[in-house]
């Protein structure tokens, strides 16, 4: 109890797990979307399509986007955007990154849309999320006073 009661008074944020953890999607009963989850985990970096995912699916985009919402209760702009912003979550815990290459970097396409997704999910910006935790490299060479 003594240790917990530090961890909740330090003012300063603790990582209490690793920061190379990898985005783990749930394998479902359902092939059609197993094979969804996978495609968007191996390629959301680059531009991903509505019709990319329906083909993956082998379905048509509407049935598709009918299909996707009634299995998760989200869009497939949702899904992407929160596999995105999770992996942006990561970079950013591990510093050594300026803002607009780490959104770069999880497949967004421009800084702005970046900085308003990732406020939107977590409730602060990118830059305020990565000054809570200090990079290795600060860790490693701290500025002598």
């Known amino acids: 109890l003594i ?21 783990k999607i749930n394998v479902t009963q359902n092939k059609k979307l197993d094979r969804v989850y996978e495609f968007v985990m191996n390629n959301f ?37 929160e596999i995105r912003v999770n992996y942006a979550k990561r970079l950013l815990m591990e ?4 803002i607009a290459e780490t959104g770069y970097e999880c497949g967004f396409n421009n800084v702005s849309n970046f900085n308003r997704q990732f406020k939107k999910l977590t409730g602060e910006s990118p ?14 060479n701290p500025v002598l006073d």
């Open 3 to 23: 240790i917990l009661r530090q961890i909740a008074e330090d003012p300063r944020p603790k990582v209490l797990s690793s920061v190379d953890f990898v985005e």
């Open 45 to 81: 970096s680059k531009p991903i399509t509505l019709g990319e995912l329906a083909d993956v699916a082998h379905m048509n985009k509407t049935a598709f986007c009918k299909y996707f919402k009634d299995r998760t209760n989200k869009t497939c702009l949702q899904f992407v955007t």
């Open 95 to 98: 510093g050594g990154r300026q």
């Open 127 to 140: 830059g305020f999320f990565q000054k809570k935790f200090p990079s290795k490299f600060q860790l490693a």
